[in-house]
């Protein structure tokens, strides 16, 4: 069975400022996918970044990176430029690849108890 | 927003009711998976409905249960309430092709059962 940990289960930055999430797995899968959600206080689950496992360059959306360890089993997300409205809960996410093409849909996800960030003025 | 809509917002039961949630999936999805939120937890896995099956489920007892429909609409119903069903139910839709699709979630309805 995979699990998700977030050892952090609060963070705060300043407004402006770059913070970093930690995201550990353990899996004994090599096909896998990686995902950060975010969760406002308005509570929609909001994809941040997705990435995966097979490819060896870090995602990168905007504002929002990762630093992917295959290895380590490590995916943490890095936040630059830190905004009001980023604060939330942060979600990382672990997604098995999918069954045979026969039995179709897809896998669930595992996520971790999630990360409260506040982003200070 | 994601396209993905849920209904109730919110709901209040008692002990030993019953309770259906309704989720619209996003246009041109065919899954839907079903999570609960416990208060301060990450959301757990009750199941997934692919091509109006159930394809996959997690550690939740028979009395949750769920439909899809041909639009591929979902229900997800829960009988015999107990106080610990308390949480925030989310359903995530997704397009299910190759694997690894991404799921993209509802707002949530949020259960209290006293």
């Known amino acids: 069975a995979q699990t998700v940990t977030q050892s952090q289960p609060e963070m705060s930055v300043q407004e402006a400022e770059t913070v970093t999430l930690s995201c550990t797995y353990d899996?004994?899968?090599?096909?896998?996918?990686l995902f950060w959600y975010k969760q406002p206080p308005s509570r929609q689950m909001i994809l941040v970044i997705r990435?995966?496992?097979?490819?060896?360059q870090n995602a990168t959306e905007n504002r929002f990176s990762v630093n992917f360890q295959k290895a380590a089993k490590s995916f943490s997300l890095k936040i630059s430029d830190s905004q009001l409205g980023d604060t939330a809960m942060y979600f990382c996410?672990?997604?098995?690849?999918?069954?045979?093409?026969?039995?179709?849909?897809?896998?669930?996800?595992?996520f971790g108890k999630g990360t409260k960030l506040t982003v200070n003025p | 927003e994601t396209g993905v809509t849920q209904s109730p917002t919110h709901l209040i039961k008692t002990r030993g009711q019953q309770v259906t949630l309704r989720c619209s999936s996003q246009?041109?999805?065919?899954?839907v998976s079903w999570y609960q939120q416990a208060l301060g937890q990450g959301p757990q896995f009750i199941f997934q409905?692919?091509?109006?099956?159930?394809?996959g489920r997690g550690n939740f007892p028979p009395r949750f249960s769920g439909l899809q429909f041909p639009n591929y609409s979902s229900e997800l119903n829960v009988n015999a309430l107990e106080l610990d069903d308390s949480a925030l139910y989310l359903c995530?839709?997704?397009?299910?092709?190759?694997?690894?699709?991404?799921?993209?979630f509802g707002p949530g309805t949020r259960l209290l059962v006293l």
């Open positions: 995530a839709s997704s397009l299910s092709l190759a694997g690894g699709e991404t799921q993209y």
């Open positions: 246009s041109g999805h065919n899954t």
């Open positions: 996410a672990f997604m098995k690849h999918a069954r045979s093409q026969r039995q179709g849909g897809s896998e669930k996800l595992v």
């Open positions: 990435q995966e496992a097979y490819k060896q």
């Open positions: 409905y692919y091509r109006e099956e159930e394809n």
């Open positions: 899996t004994s899968e090599n096909n896998y996918y």
